[in-house]
């Protein structure tokens, strides 16, 4: 008989009735006490020793198919994508020591590179070492890598398409920027979870001085002192009513709602107008007599409307920088403003902008509003804190500078876009409203970064301005005049060495600098793992996938470049099913690259891959009275046992408990009596239970049951499952029976794995 043990005060039982002590069961008889970590040792050793996978793929060989896409991770150590760009490049640069691109280049991008190359290396054997550790069946040998030259030439592919039918093009454009990285961010990097950060600023209150009426000012307020020095234009509502205030002895301009909280003592209102009768005024520049590039170009200062202008904070005016903001950038457009760039990819003061000269504009905010009060135009500052984008990979606050970046627009594709995602089955439903609003609302794709180790961007121009993209590797071989002898992989700095020649004039041509987003990386995954460039038929036999799941952010990242290259490619989506998922073991949704990461490698060996004892699909009730949390993979319990993926040790807050009974009275408005509920498609059975006083942990509603009733499968079950996923690249099939029960789970639970550098597609244990 499976003995069951008991944790707390009563457990439930998932998908089944607890064995009998009169049914026969292929398992030795289980003790009091059990080493699960041997017990795993011993069931590896068996795997291996009698090439059970190989075995299982011969026996399902001619079975039915389950084709599904599964995300490449991150080969450096934590979850996320890719083995390219930004994610690899921060990381090697800790190492290092290196602190800018400055240091980079000092170092060499070409010792810089082969860093790289060698943490994703070293990082893909850690992560399979891992991931067989925990039991994940998979053809490992033939793991495939998003930096390997198959997967550049692809992208390649679709780029030069894209240049075919007039999508491609650079622009020129105020653009997010990281000044630690130097490159700058795209639209959906901007989304990323954990880009948005609480921060807190000086803000500042700040005359402009009225042309032609004297001791009269607008008051405009800012969070970002710095971008004054870059100041063109005032904007005003049109249909906001503003008051001529006086205070003392000047008088201030700005809107009526926001004249109580900005002036904050006694002001004479002597006037009332409507934004539109401020419109074309003229004032003087906080820095038009200081600094000689602030007016450089700028045949005057004056007020315009927009109706995007608010009074929920500020002074209802507010000051317009393009070279320093994507709105004002936009607005400079229609109404024809002077653009000026003050700071450089570092985010220094250029030349021409005087004592702020070669300063970090980051850092400048008290000393501008120093000098604007030394000259009387501070009305007053204050700390302001409020949400603002940070790197979502280095996690410094970025600027707003124009720079001339790659773009792919948007507007044609968007209408195939949403309606190719119209097609795919979207769980839950709320998923795909989400990428439908996404699409409808994104703008042209940047798709280049001024960076090292990624993706290089195959765009050429010759000495006679002649533009134009090679389309694989063999094209530039075909191109190639000299350099093809350096070219040991297709990355830099090696095929920058390359010099091709230009298929209309022959004159010589070399590669631009940048590199692409990694999620072309991760977008084209459902093309080159199948090798669709060359083996159509094999490709055709695995597409579309019939399902894909991820965290819910992918659905602007890899949900939307996987869209983007199926359509461009094929005309329709990568799949038929895509569900939405992402619970973290404690019920909040996981933080993203930077946040909960369940699973750590690193493990002392003595630390099993089970969650818990030989129960299968046990969800555990306990008393509330002692709370407690989740400890990483191999820490020591109190008893001094290393914690299992998913322990529960001891928590001490009055919060936490507090959030395990919010969680348990969620969860029973969601399901009311839970005994009988279905899960996993049986029953819920509840063996014993609940003492009084006693409360559910866990997550609310039978998702975080479906993850439970994965993560704590008993360790005497670690035998060769009856089926298993495989790689959809590899010609392996799934029963539809494995892929209703078993489904991948996502980044943010259980022992959830995806090969290194790009992982196969795979079903979890």
Known sequence: MRRPEMFGTAFLFFGGEVAKATEKTRFRPVGAKLDLAEVDHRVLDLWERERSFDLLRKKNAGGPRFKFFDGPITANGQNGFDCQGLWVEVQVERELNLNSKRDIETYGIARFSEACRARVDRSAAAITKGSIRMGQWMDWANSYYTYSDLNISHIWHVLKLCQEKGWLYKGHRSMPWCARCGTALSQHEM???????????QAVFVRFPIEGRKNESFLVWTTTPWTLTANVAVAV?????????KVGDEVLILSRGTSGSAIRSDATVLETVRGRDLVGLRYRGPFDEELPAAREGVPGHRVIAWKDVGEAEGTGMVHI????????????KSEKLPVLVPIDEMARYVKGYGWLEGKDARDVASEIAADLQRRGLLFRSEEFTHSYPTCWRCHEEIVFRVDDEWFISMDELRPRLIEAATKVTWL?????RRMENWLQNMGDWNISRKRYWGLPLPFYTCANKHFFVVGSEEELRKLAKSGLDKLRELHRPWIDEVVVGCPQCGAEAKRVKEVGDCWLDAGIVPFSTLDWLHDRKHWEQWFPADYIVEMVEQIRLWFYSQLFFSVVLTGEAPCLRIRRRGCHPLGRRP???AGDHVLQLGAPSGAQAEASGPLEHLFLLRDVREPRRLRPLGETGPSGRPAGHGSLAPLSSRAARSRVAGRVGRLRRADGDLQGRSVLGGPLHLVRPPEPGTLLE?????RFAR???DLVRGAEHARAPDRTGHAIHQRRHVPRSLARSRSPRGRGIGPSHRVPGGATGAVRR
């Open 191 to 201: 989304t990323a979870t954990n880009s948005y950060r609480e921060m807190t600023h």
């Open 237 to 245: 509502h049109p249909d906001l009513e503003y008051v001529r205030a």
């Open 321 to 332: 920088a393009p070279g320093c903001g994507a709105e004002d950038f936009a607005l400079s």
């Open 428 to 432: 839950p439903p709320a998923a795909g």
């Open 591 to 593: 933080r993203g690259p």
């Open 698 to 702: 866990g997550a609310p509603g039978r």
């Open 707 to 709: 993850g439970v009733s």
